[in-house]
């Protein structure tokens, strides 16, 4: 998953007070993927990244998207689902 290599695996600072956690079968059917504060797993998700119609749609919301980083999540994401697996380096 590239949001796991790029933004985590990889200890991009803009990222660094975060981790990843996968909801790949939850409840509602719909595979996902939330951040969370690093040093508080069980915290309320800063960010949720959800696939729907067989993954064409992805739905990206919560707090991060208000801040300076959600132009940088948006760009990501776009640029993924755009089949560009690529990392970028701008904050």
């Known amino acids: 998953m590239a949001a796991h290599k790029c933004w985590i695996a990889s200890k991009d ?13 939850n409840f ?3 595979p996902r993927f939330l951040l969370v504060p690093a040093k508080h797993y069980g915290g309320k998700p800063l960010l949720v990244v959800q696939a729907t119609g067989n993954s064409s749609r ?6 991060l998207m208000s801040e300076t980083l959600g132009s940088r999540i948006s760009a990501d994401i776009t640029r993924w689902q755009g089949g560009n697996p690529s990392c970028s380096t701008a904050a």
């Open 13 to 25: 600072p803009a990222f660094r007070s975060y981790q990843m956690a996968n909801e790949l079968n």
């Open 28 to 30: 509602g059917g719909t």
């Open 58 to 63: 992805v739905d990206v919301f919560g707090p």
